[in-house]
């Protein structure tokens, strides 16, 4: 059974999608349509058409394909995997001094806030308060930017070993 006989025992509709998802849009009979996009270019399921078995039209087809998917890797996904890489350094990423500072500013800005609560609070019973200890605020730094710093290095671990296909070799090889 060929294309055209199967697409002559589908109903209308059912005739649209499948055209549409072969490149054939609104089916009209053979070859409706010429070519199927494939990323970012066009690839003429027919152009091998005329060949015979023995000349391999599948197999330059297939070739068709492996080269757009190729250019499509090459143009659009390979860039960002290199962006990606010259953000990995040898301890974490680039992201680390910024990181810290905004966890060191979340810190005491959270101390201020805990400071002026009680402040108020002891103001409406008419006391006095006491500052807070700096011991806590501290260790509360330390503790802060630790943790910053191992979601940092997770953070390249992710990128080095996450969904970025043959990533790791590369960025082993920067260091």
Known sequence: MNFDAYMSMLNPEMQAQVGSYYGRGGYGGPF??????????????????GLSVKESPGDKLYADIIRQSTRDYEEFYAPQERRLLGMITSTGTTFLPEELERTRGAILGAAENVQGTSDRNAARLGIRNTAMDQNNITSTLVGG???????????????????????SGKARSIG
């Open 145 to 167: 930017a630790n943790e910053t710093r191992m979601r940092d290095v997770d953070r390249r671990l992710q990128m080095i070993t996450g969904g970025l296909s043959g990533v």
């Open 32 to 49: 409706g349509g010429s070519t199927q996009n494939y990323g970012n270019g066009f690839i003429n399921p027919y152009r091998y058409s």
